[in-house]
């Protein structure tokens, strides 16, 4: 080991040797320097240097960390985008223009010409889709490339971002956000689209009739169909909706948008009389389902965030926002928490909202309605307006009145077309025609009906009763068979002990059909909502994809001009309907806002609700991640920023 005096002498040789590099005049101060006050210089710099080293690998290390982080945020946004873009992407990839569709020279078909069709020569079956909205677009963004040739029927080319139709009546965001072009869509799976309506269909012969006004109308072919083509605004009676705004379409958001602003310039005018400016500036909301809540806070912002600054005060003390409801909660499809809380939200905002009350009659100035009261009699009021909106339930459009007047006996719904659980329409032998979103609702189980058929498969103990320990598997296995009832079927096992009323650990006949008469009253339609139609699009697609597959690996006999189609469809939509598992809906949660709150129901009791920007954004961030393209959430995104640095735009055009 150096002894203590042979290492000072090192270091200040080292030191002396150092400051010899440095210069003259370092070396002459060094070498001046007494002996101990050289040593603690020279361990000073060497903890220096030290110091000085450790700092520069931490640098390295922080700049290796920062790089590595930088690479991962950026391989995420990548990955993210292309997830986002997907569609956009194999669209761009397949740069082919779509076949042109032709008439069949010198053919007719019930005094109309023939289209022709683009079925392949390797088989592959024309599917028809009827409709542009969020079931049929779920469709074409799941059909994978060539497992069919579409054709796309609607009187519109674009998709509907329905969700965001209120904040388009107010500028929050303009109208081409909400729009993708169904020919972007229908690229991807190079498919056709042809801007027409359906006007009839010949289920025997498989062709619909499609017209464009004034040019005539033609039989298009098919081997598959789906109905999407949505539904219209029930009127429960009432009288003079032609005064009425509605709230379904790009131009029903560009006319409120119109009529809002028109109202408002009127009402500023010195020769507008003040009696005239309250009715101006009264607007009335028919219905307190989301969009009628939506709308009316879309407004509530608008006069709030914008118009306050632009128009004189004695004009803004003047606006009036009614809801009008016929049911004794607004967004009663929701918890009554929900519907609580946004009638809170609406007092506080000074949006009126009136329970109990159907409208009777719509006039150019004034809207009568009468209202139930406690003791039960009705009141009638007559309240006078300038601007009406009906959001009040929807019905059949004539098309699909049509097929359900066309398929009598299978046909028994006045609101919508009855589907079995594959979305096959009730009534067609084959199963070769669907129908989904708004316009379709799932048929009632009925389990009372198959009550002897349930009670025979489950396991059943020596006193021919139900035990305890069988049931929940027994609750699945029946749950499966009839998912639209899965959720109130799989709630029995929670409630066995109520059923269980001789508390025996078993359920005998007549505590089961006690079961199945709570469950009966229990389901109900499925909700009229974009993530139904969305997810029976998605579901039917795939539902599709796999039977293409199927047939393409002859795991399911060829159909097309075979004779068993003829002989035996009702085999070939049983065959079918084995091969694929029935739809099943996963409610995501319902979402409303409120005006600068937003409230979400996630069913089973559990909710959502706050009246923050927090709320805001997040009800904004859900319904941009729903976006179908990359291009509408882009320009979403600068829509928003534009309403946050510069407001909405007041332009009336």
């Not at 519109?156 to 303009?174: Q, R």
């Not at 795939?542 to 039977?547: A, E, P, V």
Request: proline content about 4%.
């Amino acid at each position: 080991m150096l002894s203590r005096s042979r290492f000072n002498t090192g270091l200040f040789a080292s030191a002396l040797a150092r400051s010899s590099r440095k210069g003259p005049q370092a070396a002459v101060i060094s070498s001046a320097m007494p002996r101990r006050q050289l040593t603690q210089e020279t361990t000073r710099q060497a903890t220096k240097r030290a110091a000085e080293t450790g700092r520069g690998r931490g640098s390295y290390a922080r700049f290796a960390r920062t790089l590595g982080l930088w690479t991962a945020g950026t391989g995420a946004v990548a990955t993210a985008g292309y997830y986002l873009a997907k569609d956009e992407i194999e669209a761009l990839d397949f740069e082919e223009p779509p076949t042109e569709l032709r008439m069949v020279p010198g053919r007719t078909y019930r005094g109309y010409p023939v289209i022709e069709s683009q079925r392949s020569a390797d088989g592959r079956q024309q599917l028809v889709v009827l409709g542009s909205g969020w079931g049929a677009v779920s469709i074409l963004k799941t059909l994978k490339p060539d497992s069919y040739d579409v054709v796309v029927v609607s009187p519109d080319n674009y998709f509907i971002f329905t969700p965001l139709l209120p904040s388009v009546t107010v500028g929050t965001v303009e109208f081409r956000s909400v729009l993708e072009a169904i020919r972007r869509v229908t690229k991807r799976i190079r498919g056709s689209y042809i801007e027409a309506t359906a006007v009839d269909v010949d289920f025997e012969g498989k062709y619909v009739l499609v017209e464009h006004p004034g040019e005539g109308r033609a039989w298009l072919p098919y081997d598959r169909l789906v109905v999407g083509v949505g539904a219209q605004s029930i009127t429960h009676g009432a009288r003079g909706l032609e005064h009425c705004h509605k709230l379904k379409t790009i131009a029903d958001a560009r006319s409120i948008r119109q009529h809002i602003m028109a109202n408002f310039e009127k009402a500023v005018l010195p020769t507008t009389s003040d009696e005239e400016k309250r009715r101006l500036l009264t607007f009335v909301v028919c219905g307190g389902g989301p969009t009628g809540c939506e709308f009316a806070a879309e407004l509530y912002d608008f006069l709030a965030e914008d118009l306050k600054h632009y128009f004189p005060r004695s004009i803004q003390q003047m606006v009036s926002v009614v809801i009008v409801q016929s049911r004794d909660h607004i967004l009663n499809m929701m918890d009554s928490v929900i519907s609580e809380f946004a009638e809170i939200e609406f007092d506080r905002r000074n949006i009126k909202v009136v329970t109990n009350s159907r409208v009777q009659q719509v006039t150019p100035d004034s809207i009568v309605f009468s209202t139930a009261n406690p003791d039960g009699s009705v009141t009638e009021h007559s309240m006078p307006q300038g601007f009406v909106l009906w959001s009040t339930g929807i019905s059949l459009t004539p098309f699909t009145s049509l097929i359900c007047q066309r398929l009598p006996d299978a046909q028994k719904n006045r609101h919508a077309i009855t589907v079995d659980s594959h979305l096959r329409v009730k009534g067609i032998p084959d199963g070769s025609v669907y129908a989904l979103g708004d316009c379709a609702s799932i048929e009632h189980p009925h389990l009372l009906k198959h009550i002897s058929e349930l009670f025979d498969s489950a396991p059943r103990s020596k006193n021919n009763e139900i035990p305890r320990a069988e049931f929940s598997a027994f609750v699945r296995k029946v749950a499966a068979q009839y998912p639209i009832a899965a959720t109130h079927l799989q709630s029995l096992v929670d409630h066995f002990d109520q059923f269980d009323t001789d508390n025996s650990n078993t359920i005998c006949m007549d505590e089961f059909t006690h079961m199945l008469e709570f469950v009966d009253n229990k389901v109900t339609a499925l909700p009229a909502l974009a993530q139904v139609a969305n997810q029976e699009g998605v579901y039917l697609g795939r539902s599709l994809n796999r039977l293409a597959a199927m047939y393409a690996s002859n795991e399911l006999p060829a159909t097309v001009s075979s004779e068993l189609l003829n002989a035996a469809p009702h085999e070939i939509a049983q065959m079918e309907g084995n091969a694929i598992a029935p739809f099943t809906y996963h409610h995501r949660g319902t979402l409303a806002y409120l005006g600068r709150a937003a409230a979400a129901d996630f069913g089973e009791g559990k909710a959502y609700k706050g009246s923050n920007l927090v709320a805001k954004y997040l009800w904004r961030s859900v319904y941009w991640s729903q976006q179908v393209s990359l291009r509408t959430r882009i320009l979403l995104i600068m829509d928003w920023t534009k309403e946050l640095l510069f407001g909405r735009d007041l332009s009336r055009f």
